[in-house]
């Protein structure tokens, strides 16, 4: 959880609104040779209505193989709990999908091969067939519990050159770079706020560091403060501010302290800046804004977007 990894939200994109309803009122699922259902709308004015396509597959795909298709992608369980949002992942970015001819059946190059620029979606997969072409693994228990299907929305966009995808994908990156910056930096006074508030209803007495994470240590160390670079084993909880717990060592590494280089970006930035202002053996809390953990992106299910978060930690060791 604490990893820089790409995360997951349960906000929707407008897109897919539509999508999903289309999905509940669309008819009937068609099926491919392989297994996948599917139906497949192009819009018409405002409305979204179905296309066709022939058993066979789409004739014009051919045109478009050595090309590159942006695509939005939703993953859900049978229940309909979000897995992925690539438009949440990757800032309302198309993700680049290389075409190519289909060598694999059932999975998702064949669905994409089916879509033409500017169609929307659903796709149904068995959840085990899916997670073995792609893993060589069943699905995981928590997503059979729900049922044993993977539904996918998809909304393509253009299909382009890979040099003009490759300059079109860059140019929107540092667009969504800046904008992720300018809201950060709003959104840190916001947190601000936020955590001086929490830090008087829970009678703590903090120190904030110029980074903006605040910090109670709760029991002195008496070795050395951890400098960049070195390793340090730490034990931890995290929660959000309401005390819903999100994470865990005891929990997600077996009870053992997990192990990261600080400062060095293996972790969110509020860990490489809090962990460093404690000297070995300490116990503290972490408060640290939402521009120093998730984000506008947040993480999974459990951590919102533009969420403070609360770590308590123990820096067990410095190597």
């Known amino acids: 959880m604490l990893s820089q990894r ?13 999508l999903a309803s289309c999905n509940k009122g669309g008819g009937d699922f068609q099926k491919t040779k392989s297994g996948i ?10 409305k979204y209505e179905p296309r066709e396509v022939a058993v066979t597959g789409d004739p014009t795909y051919k045109e478009r193989i050595g090309k590159i298709l942006g695509l939005h ?9 979000l897995l992925m949002s690539s438009r949440v992942q990757r800032m309302g970015i198309a993700a680049p999908f290389p075409l ?21 979606a659903v796709f149904r997969f068995n959840a085990d067939t899916l997670a073995m072409k792609n893993s060589g693994r069943p699905a995981p228990p928590f997503i059979k519990k729900q049922g044993n299907t993977i539904t996918m929305l998809v909304k393509a966009e253009k299909v382009q050159t890979r040099d003009e995808a490759m300059a079109d994908q860059q140019k929107q990156m ?5 904008k992720m910056q300018a809201h950060a930096k709003e959104q840190l006074k916001a947190d601000d706020v936020i955590l001086q508030d929490y830090i008087k209803k829970n009678n703590l007495t903090a120190q904030r560091d110029t980074s903006g994470v605040y910090y109670i240590i709760t029991q002195a160390g008496s070795g050395a403060k951890p400098k960049t670079g070195q390793t340090v084993s730490v034990q931890y909880k995290g ?34 800046k809090g962990i460093a202002l404690l000297p070995k053996g300490s116990k503290a809390v972490l408060l640290i804004p939402s ?7 947040g993480a999974g299910a459990d951590i919102p977007a533009d969420a403070p978060l609360r770590f308590d930690v123990e820096l067990v060791d410095v190597k």
């Open 6 to 18: 790409i995360s997951l939200s349960l906000a929707l994109a407008a897109g897919f609104l539509g």
């Open 37 to 46: 259902e599917y139906k497949i709308f192009k819009k018409v004015g405002n």
């Open 73 to 81: 992608i939703e993953y859900r369980t049978a229940k309909d709990s």
């Open 100 to 120: 190519d001819s289909v060598k694999q059946k059932g999975a998702e190059a064949e669905a994409f091969a089916m879509l033409q620029p500017g169609d929307s």
């Open 174 to 178: 540092m667009d969504a770079q800046v």
């Open 239 to 272: 929660t959000l501010l309401d005390g819903k717990e999100f994470d865990s060592s005891a929990k997600g590494n077996g009870g053992k302290p997990i192990e990261f280089p600080l400062g060095v970006g293996q972790v969110i930035p509020g860990w490489d």
């Open 291 to 297: 521009s120093l953990a998730y984000g506008q992106r």
